[in-house]
């Protein structure tokens, strides 16, 4: 019986760095590349994304049991990064799956694509894995460049150069709300160190400080901004429809994971005397959040901008979880989180697949007839659209039954549990709308065209069972999810 060595003690720090150093050699690698002629239309790219995300995953997953700081406690491998490295590198995969014949199809098909790619998701394991706000905005400022860019991809399409630079002028606002923030919490700590932070707040009756409440505050509309909370979300729309369809779709699952992750280590690791005094306010905006989001998609006529809509809505159902609180709460944002990206993934999987040539047929009135001539893909998209709405024995369920479970518990919350539950009825309307198109209408003119390709439908197939399993089978990712959280603690 042969035994498996284990890692010595440097040997860990490699490890734990390992989804880092495999992403930046990866990007690298791809621009150097460059320099060396490939026939059109290559899968060189897609190659070597695919192999860096499970490079990585395989190197968080070698060393999941240990617990390590580097970089004098800035960067940290617990749980919770483990948890979070495999869900990016999960998400990073299913984007460049959906992207593999979508770029061909709408000749954006370039190596810089897939370098900022793994750029961005770069730039999120460092958010889920930084135990310093210098460090949180470091990843931030790695993701949100490689994603400004990204969305501006079409560079011959006005709407796409609109959606990039709008995207780009409120998140240098938003940055620089987060890093005046940084300051003020700085000043008022003496350190910028989260376990530090929590440790000063906890043997302090400073928690009252001007300066803190209102560093905490400018962090928060920071991380509001990535997570596209409301009154914060007024660019999520705009910049979904004109961003290329698989962009949108990394973006919608990627950025706004990233952004919970890093929010909840700063909520549990630093500010928990401050968040707990926050409840009240942080309901309020979950609810404005949910309202807003579902009641403007209920007038949506394009599948992108309904989908926008949509996932500011899924970032109200989170923050009731972030107002819980506690262990629970925060175990039911992540799962949450991990079940929303699968989903969400899928349904804009199945849109990069309508459409030929450059053309995207993302109206509602292009699924029109679909299900009858599509079966497979109809059957796919209405199934996700069921698990967003929250329909058992969808994921989407189960994740909202563990996030109100836990808001129930607390008296206080319970008024903004019953506006969940009102709101959930709510989308049903509009997520109902996609299967109505797709079985019940009649196509106007010519049908749409659909784009078939090996690697798209292999995204569809790992995200329906994903989104069919973990309705179903719900335990094993939630007993990961409060693992996660508890290393925090």
Known sequence: MSIVPQPTFLALDWWALGPVLALTAGTILLLLLEFLPQRANGNRGGIVSLLTFLASGYAVWRVAGEKRELFGGMFVHDPMTVFFTLLFCAVGVLATLMSWDYLKRTKINQAEYYALLLSSVLGMVVMAA??????????????????????????SQLESNEASLKYFLLGAFASGFLLYGIALLYGATGSSNLAMIGAFLADTPLATNPMLLMGSLLVFVGFAFKVAAAPFHMWTPDVYEGAPTSVTGFMSAGAKAAGFAALLRVA????????????????????????????????????????AYSSIAHAGYILVAVAAGGPEGASAAVFYLATYSFMNIGAFAVLTMLGKGREERVLMSDLAGLGFREPLLGLALTAFMLSLAGIPPMAGFMGKLYIFGEAVKH??????????????????YYYLRVTVSLYMKEPEGEPVGISWGAPA??????????????GLQAQGLWIQAQNSVMGLL
């Open 130 to 155: 930084s135990n310093d706000l210098v460090t949180v905005f470091l990843g931030l400022e790695l993701m949100s460049l490689a994603l400004y860019v990204m969305v501006g991809f079409r560079r």
């Open 457 to 470: 439908v292999l995204a569809i197939v790992i995200t329906l069972a994903a989104t069919l399993w973990f």
């Open 268 to 307: 549990l690791r630093a500010l928990g005397p401050v968040m707990v005094d926050w409840t009240q306010l942080l309901a309020v905006i979950a609810f404005l959040t949910m309202t807003v989001g579902n009641v403007t998609a209920l007038l949506q006529g394009n599948l992108k901008r309904m989908l």
């Open 411 to 428: 008296p206080q919350l319970l008024w903004v549990v019953v506006a969940g539950v009102l709101n959930s009825v709510v989308s049903v």
